[in-house]
């Protein structure tokens, strides 16, 4: 009987689900409602959600790829992927080692990573004001 315990044993088949892929379609469905009447931004961490391999294949399926795709490079790599649902994105986000962090769902008009902060811009105003001096100054 000891020998049967010593059997290697190989699952196989298809990656599991937890059968969330549809509610959070649904979920997508109503914010997109929200976005549209009111306005309201919805962001859904895939993350914090009890997801398998096939949940996510599922609703990577049923958003498809969009148009818009930006990487950015800000302590670590962020994708933000458009889905060919206008308004619905991919937000992922990577550590310095390159493994995944974080993984949202956004329903906006444009995710707040892509927004220029208020920070930024007066930088850019500065940055834009020193090289403008800098050519009246040659002229």
Do not use: C
């Not at 059968?19 to 379609?25: K, V």
């Not at 649902?85 to 310095?96: L, M, R, T």
């Amino acid at each position: 009987m000891g020998e049967l315990y010593n059997i290697p044993i190989r699952l196989e088949g298809a990656p599991w689900s937890a059968g969330n892929a549809t509610s959070i379609l649904h979920e997508i469905r109503h914010a997109l409602l929200a976005l549209l009447e009111s306005g309201q931004e919805t962001t859904i961490d895939l993350h914090s959600l009890p997801m398998g391999p096939a949940d996510e294949t599922q609703l990577r399926d049923a958003l498809g790829q969009g148009e818009v795709e930006a990487q950015l490079d800000v302590l670590g790599k962020s994708v933000v992927r458009e889905t060919r649902i206008p308004g619905v994105w991919f937000v992922d986000h990577y550590n310095a080692d390159g493994h995944p962090v974080s993984r949202f769902i956004e329903i906006t008009r444009i995710p707040a990573i892509l927004k220029a902060q208020p920070e930024d811009i007066r930088e850019g105003i500065a940055r834009l004001t020193e090289q403008l001096v800098a050519v009246d100054d040659r002229h």
